[in-house]
């Protein structure tokens, strides 16, 4: 199994900045794929970004530019930096990761970007 625990949310001005952490229960070095999701009210949960073991990256198109995910496989932990906040980035933000054949979810942190 594995735990995910996220933090860094919070509220922030529009243009803000907030860095996401995620700390893994194990190991992470050979797990292959971790990610950021998000899940704003009444909307579907949707990818934010995506992070292989050997660092390669992919984001969802609105944000390219603004958002950078990393992980730390020496620390077991997944961050998400996001920088120019804008409203619709309002949302509770999810880590996610396949092992063993199972999806596991941490459980979310907010975040709240003022106009």
């Known amino acids: 199994q594995v735990q995910l625990v996220e933090s860094g949310g919070g509220l922030v001005q529009s243009g803000g900045s907030l860095r996401l952490s995620c700390a893994a229960s194990?190991?992470?070095?050979?797990?292959?794929?971790m990610a950021w999701y998000r899940q704003a009210p009444g909307k579907q949960r949707e990818l934010v970004a995506g992070i292989t073991s050997g660092g390669i990256t992919n984001y969802e198109d609105s944000v390219k530019g603004r958002f950078t995910i990393s992980r730390d496989n020496a620390k077991n932990m997944v961050y998400l930096q996001m920088n120019s906040l804008k409203p619709e980035d309002t949302a509770v933000y999810y880590c996610n990761t396949m092992w063993g054949g199972r999806s596991y979810w941490g459980q979310g942190t907010q975040v709240t970007v003022s106009s």
């Open positions: 194990r190991s992470i070095a050979n797990i292959y794929f």
